[in-house]
C-alpha cells in the first residue's frame, strides 16, 4: 500500500456536489464517447463461467473472486470479471453488430489482489467499449486516430465541467503525443518503466504508450504485463495523463486493436499459454468465427478524479480501504466516501 498526501489539500467541492459532479460526468460522457465512436449502450455480466474463458486474465497472477451457483454443477465455477475485454468481442457478434458499429458498457469489476494507493482501488468502474474494423484496418493508424477520439471526448467533457463547476477543475493538456515502449526504455534504458511513464507523463503532459506486452530488446523484459488472448502487443497502448496534484502519472484507459488469428497463436505461445486455445472463445477466434476489433476501458472513476482534481480515488467511489489509509486521508481533508 503507498499513499501520496498532497501539501495543503483542500477539494473544493462538498461530499455533496461531488456526487452530483459525478453523476453528470458519468452521463454525459459515456453519451459524448458513444457518439464519436457510434457506440451503442448494452447490458454485461458482472460474472462468467471460468470454463469459457471470457474472463480478462490481467497479468496471469490475480486471483479472480470466485463462487459455485446453486442451480450449475458445483465444479462449475463462477467468476467476477476483471473486465470484459473478450466479452465485448462476442457479443459484437452474438448481437448481429455491422462494419464500423460498436457497443459499449458500465463494467463493474473486484480486483481483490490489488495494490491499494490513491490511484487504484479493489472496486473497479470503466466504460468497456469495443468496435468492429476489418482486417486491413488493424493498423498503428487507426489505433492513433481512435486514440485522438477519445482525448477529444475528454476534453469536450472537460469543458462542460468546467463550465458548470467553475474552479473546481483540474485543467488538462491540449494535445495527446504518441510514444513507444520501446522507444522509453532506449531513451531511459537505467530506470523502472514505472519511472520512465512518470517521466514522460511530467513532458508531454498528455501521451499514449504504445506497444505494451512484448519483451523490450535491451531487459528482455515487457514494459508492463498484458494477457496475450485480447489485445495485439504491437497495437495496443495506455492513455496517461501527467497529475500535477499528486506528482504523478495517472492512467485513464488501456486498449488497442485486438489480437488476430495469426497474433494469438504467437502471442499465446510467447506467454506460455497454449493451452489457452482449447476454450471455447479462443476456438472461435482461430477458426475466424469473431469479428476484428479494437476496444478498451476508460475508467469512470479517474476520470471523475482527474477533472475534479481529487487526491484519492475514494474520493469518488464507495469502496473498503485499511483503517489507517482512511484516518490518514481524513487528517488530510480527503472526504473518503
Not at 503532459?205 to 515487457?222: C, T
Request: overall charge negative.
Amino acid at each position: 500500500m503507498s499513499l501520496i498526501l498532497p501539501k495543503d489539500y483542500h477539494p473544493t467541492l462538498t461530499v455533496r456536489d461531488t456526487e452530483a459532479a459525478i453523476v453528470f460526468i458519468r452521463e454525459s460522457f459515456q453519451a459524448i464517447l458513444a457518439d464519436k465512436l457510434n457506440l451503442q449502450r448494452m447490458s454485461a455480466p458482472m460474472f462468467v463461467e471460468k470454463k469459457t474463458g471470457l474472463n480478462d486474465n490481467l497479468n496471469g497472477i490475480e486471483r479472480p473472486v470466485a463462487f459455485d451457483m446453486k442451480a450449475m454443477p458445483k465444479d462449475d465455477t463462477i467468476e467476477i470479471v476483471h473486465s470484459l475485454a473478450k466479452w465485448k468481442r462476442l457479443a459484437l457478434k452474438k448481437y448481429g453488430f455491422g462494419m464500423h458499429e460498436g457497443l459499449y458498457t458500465n463494467m463493474n469489476a473486484i480486483r481483490r489482489d490489488e495494490v491499494l494507493d490513491n490511484f487504484h482501488s479493489i472496486y473497479v468502474d470503466q466504460w468497456d467499449w469495443e468496435k468492429i474494423i476489418s482486417k486491413r484496418e488493424r493498423t498503428e493508424e487507426t489505433l492513433k486516430t481512435t486514440v485522438k477520439t477519445i482525448f477529444a471526448a475528454i476534453k469536450e467533457i472537460e469543458k462542460e465541467v468546467t463550465v458548470r463547476y467553475p474552479g473546481s477543475v483540474y485543467h488538462l493538456a491540449d494535445e495527446i503525443h504518441f510514444v513507444t515502449t520501446q522507444e522509453l526504455e532506449d531513451r531511459w534504458p537505467d530506470i523502472s518503466p514505472e519511472e520512465r511513464e512518470n517521466k514522460i507523463a511530467k513532458e508531454d503532459k498528455a501521451v499514449f504508450i504504445m506497444k505494451i506486452g512484448d519483451k523490450l530488446k535491451r531487459s528482455g523484459k515487457p514494459h508492463d504485463g498484458r494477457a496475450p488472448d485480447y489485445d495485439d502487443w504491437q497495437l495496443n497502448g495506455d492513455i496517461i495523463f501527467w497529475y500535477e496534484p499528486l506528482q504523478q502519472k495517472m492512467e485513464i484507459s488501456s486498449m488497442g486493436i485486438r489480437v488476430s488469428e495469426e497474433s494469438l497463436r504467437e502471442q499465446l505461445k510467447k506467454a506460455h499459454c497454449e493451452e489457452r486455445a482449447k476454450l471455447p472463445f479462443h476456438r472461435m477466434l482461430l477458426n475466424g468465427e469473431l469479428p476484428y476489433t479494437i476496444g478498451g476501458g476508460i475508467g469512470q472513476s479517474r476520470l471523475c478524479m482527474l477533472l475534479l482534481g481529487k487526491a484519492h480515488i475514494g474520493e469518488v467511489q464507495a469502496s473498503v480501504w485499511p483503517k489507517d489509509m482512511i484516518a490518514k486521508c481524513e487528517q488530510d481533508h480527503m472526504q473518503i466516501l
